[in-house]
């Protein structure tokens, strides 16, 4: 996943995952020249990590530190076995290396010495009136946006995976002000007015690059996306709803994983039938009736074994069931939505947000779902028809009927009733030959086979990760040396909540001359890690990196295996980590997946072809105990089964879309608006699995990141599917079709249009106009 939020000129996209999201194919790496001391007095020269040695070095090794832990903490030192990783009287690195990070106070330091540098930065520009002040006026602009964005990107990384409280309550405070700040800059006058004159003064203009004319314009589009246009009254409205939605989703958030009771009770008898193993997790009540509880594994096991009906839509009711005050921040977020959009003289938040992504269009977003659901429906109907075939015969019985019969909490009891009566007859766990070391340097081999990249792990400094079971691995090219560092947080840990998530703590970008200047007044004390180009001798930020899964290691052997959907999982979010790495620009604003929302699931999306080709798998998948190779027979066995109601979970992402539509629409004016009514009235108009009970879109957080363009995990779907059927369908590990989609597609970020960088990897002119025809399609497709 990866979250991505959009909000003016000076936060472009800020990713976590969802996302949501950096990037770079640099050069070998160099040290920076300079050396800043930490703010806090500690002699940091002597603790830095060191990387494995390029040359002789073992791809081996990546599967013994996630499969060994005696291996692990050999490799890794006192780092990998601090139990005391929050003492802040113990010599540190700081976070990710920035020697702020060493405890909270330093994390609000960092934010005050960004605002401070970016508040003279502004200064500078404006009053700048030289030749050579209005040439680097974008390029200022463009720095303006890393720095706050080093904040920002931080700040949204630490609030939702950092495990101390004190961290966490410091970056929201970070990330609040900074929020705030960026607010105001979009809404002023005189940054947006001379950011015209540059673009349109001809002798200023042509000096510019491609890819600053690019970027100088998205700003401009953003500016007037602001109301920069607007009466002061008007920009001050706009500030305060965008601050007021901002917090009021992050309320949202937070409450996601509430429930309205914290448990179901049902008759002792009604569970007669259920496994004794299950029943001992339950408690009684005086009454002597169970209690289900809402949370943890239990609800969910009782959904795919209980036989009793009614139990399974309690329990399906409740677990999708939100408090009413969820609803009311949900209802209060899309209204101020609307209103915010009236504001920009658009009739909904939809329309406000498509103008410059592919689509373009709510009416576009809303053909493109129609004509995907007609093509899939059959398919969808068929798939009905065998769930219900294991409960009765289903021989004479209409659509009509099929669609009346299964409810949305009979799916996985019905889709478990199939699975055993349809198992291949071994019953070989394929798990066994998935561990998450064998997966991880899997990954590594394929990248280095596509791409010419590979993962090397590195050691830690103390303090330099926020928990000891996150593994360092700087990303080396064959050509190029070091291009990024990544952060691999990928084991279960009961504090550990959030969703399997991607986020660029630190993209690249180019570092021109002034800035190295040890005097340059806008500079960060930070000590950057930089790479140097060898052809041009250009330096960039190096990308870090931060990859969160939360796998659930085997307590029998110690070892994490995998499901071959936790592979598709973790090879999607290395996707977003590969365009982070490999989408290197000179600006930060159009960098790695820094691009329009609709097109950045595109390359973890492909990533999920390469987990699911049995031609990739069976390259690397070894058993973890006796190395054997995993047998095919085996493997198609377990992806019969995945795919089993494929095509019911892409009518349920497209329910989904639709309702990201409908209540991003002008119907949040209505006088009686309610977001579930809504949910429900949608629900019967589809009737799949329809839900007419609960008020589940309080847990669809999707509606915050992804407000109004939900529809691009699908439509990004699509695209995939093309793609691969155009370059890797015959050969997976074709290297020159990795650097035709390398070069096509990965390596420009956002600085080229999404429909060019897909007319000329699909080697399709026409696809450049992204007219309806281009939508029409990307919908036509198969294999999603």
């Known amino acids: 996943m990866l979250r991505l939020v959009s909000n003016g000129p000076f936060l472009r996209h800020y990713c976590r995952g969802f996302s949501t999201t950096a990037l770079a194919a640099i050069k070998s790496q160099q040290p920076s020249k300079t050396t800043t001391a930490s703010p806090i007095g500690i002699d940091r020269r002597a603790q830095q990590p060191l990387d494995i040695p390029v040359s002789g070095f073992n791809s081996e090794v990546i599967r013994q530190i996630f499969d060994d832990e005696n291996f692990w903490q050999q490799f890794n030192g006192a780092s990998a076995k601090s139990t005391s990783f929050f003492n802040y009287r113990t010599a540190s690195v ?390 990024g560092v990544i952060y691999l947080d990928l084991f279960y840990r009961e504090t550990k909540t959030m969703n399997p998530a991607h986020f660029t703590v630190c993209c690249s970008r180019k570092i021109y001359p002034e800035e190295l200047e040890s005097e340059d007044p806008f500079r960060l004390k930070l000590e950057t890690i930089m790479s140097s180009s060898s052809e041009s001798g250009d330096r960039f930020q190096l990308p870090v990196i931060s990859v969160v899964c939360n796998f659930l290691s085997d307590r029998s052997n110690r070892k994490t295996l995998l499901t071959l959907s936790q592979v598709q999982t973790l090879f999607h979010e290395m996707g977003h980590a590969m365009h982070s790495m490999l989408g290197r620009t000179n600006l930060h604003n159009v960098s790695g997946t820094r691009c329009v929302t609709d097109f950045v699931e595109l390359p973890s999306i492909l990533m999920e072809h390469f987990a699911k080709d049995p031609r990739v798998l069976t390259r690397f998948a070894r058993h973890h105990e006796t190395g054997e190779p995993l047998p095919l027979g085996l493997l198609e066995s377990f992806q019969g089964d995945n795919d089993f109601l494929k095509n019911c979970e892409v009518f349920g992402q497209i329910k989904m879309a639709l309702l990201d539509q409908v209540l991003h629409s002008d119907a949040v004016f209505a006088a009686d608006f309610d977001s579930a009514k809504m949910y429900h009235h949608l629900e019967a108009q589809l009737r799949v699995f329809a839900d007419t009970k609960s008020n589940w879109p309080g847990k669809f957080g999707h509606l915050v990141s992804y407000g109004s363009v939900y529809y691009s995990y699908l439509f990004d779907r699509a695209i995939a599917s093309k793609i691969w059927d155009h370059l890797f369908a015959e050969d997976p590990l074709s290297r020159a079709n990795g650097d035709k989609f390398r070069d096509s597609v990965l390596k420009w970020g956002g600085s080229k249009g999404a429909w060019e960088l897909l007319a000329d990897v699909l080697d399709n002119p026409e696809l450049k106009k992204g007219d309806e025809r281009a939508m029409e399609f990307i919908a036509k497709t198969h294999g999603l």
């Open 94 to 483: 700081g976070l990710f290396q920035n020697p702020y990070l060493v405890k909270p106070s330093g994390l609000k330091d960092f934010c005050a010495e960004s605002l401070d540098k970016a508040k003279a930065l502004v200064q500078h520009i404006l009053a700048d009136e030289s030749p050579a002040g209005y040439r680097t006026y974008i390029r200022n602009l463009d720095r303006l946006s890393d720095i706050l964005c080093r904040v920002i990107d931080l700040a949204e990384f630490v609030r939702v995976a950092h495990p101390n409280r004190g961290f966490v309550n410091a970056a929201q405070e970070c990330h609040q002000e900074m929020f705030q700040y960026m607010n105001i800059l979009n809404t002023t006058t005189a940054l947006y007015e001379k950011l015209e004159r540059v673009l349109n003064t001809p002798e200023i203009a042509s000096g510019l690059s491609e890819e600053e004319v690019s970027v100088g314009e998205l700003l401009l589009s953003d500016f007037k996306k602001s109301g920069i246009d607007m009466d002061e009254s008007t920009k001050n409205d706009f500030v305060e709803l965008s601050q007021q939605i901002a917090i009021i989703g992050q309320h949202f958030n937070n409450g996601l994983g509430e429930s309205s009771k914290n448990y179901v009770t049902v008759p002792k008898e009604s569970l007669k039938d259920l496994d004794v193993s299950l029943k001992t997790g339950l408690s009684v009540d005086k009454k002597e009736n169970y209690r289900i509880p809402v949370f943890g594994r239990l609800p969910y096991e009782i959904l795919r074994t209980c036989s009793n009906d009614d139990v399974r839509r309690e329990v399906w009711s409740a677990l999708h069931q939100s408090p009413k005050q969820q609803l009311h921040l949900l209802d209060t977020m899309l209204k101020y939505r609307g209103i915010l959009a009236r504001l920009m003289g658009k009739s909904g938040y939809s329309e406000y947000q498509l103008t410059e992504k592919m689509a373009k269009t709510p009416e576009n977003v809303m053909s493109f779902l129609q004509n995907l659901m007609n093509e899939i429906r059959d398919d969808v109907m068929r798939e009905l028809r065998t769930l219900q075939q294991g409960r009765t015969p289903v021989e004479g019985i209409s659509d009509e009927e099929i669609l009346n019969l299964v409810k949305p909490w009979d799916r996985d009891y019905l889709a478990m009733l199939y699975m055993t009566r349809h198992r291949h007859k071994n019953t070989e766990d394929i798990s066994a030959y998935l561990s998450l070391g064998t997966v991880v340097k899997g990954l590594s081999d394929l990248f280095e086979s596509i791409y010419g990249i590979s993962l090397r792990p590195a050691s830690s400094g103390p303090g330099e990760t926020w928990s000891p079971d996150v593994r360092k691995f700087s990303v080396y090219c064959e050509t190029e040396g070091k291009i």
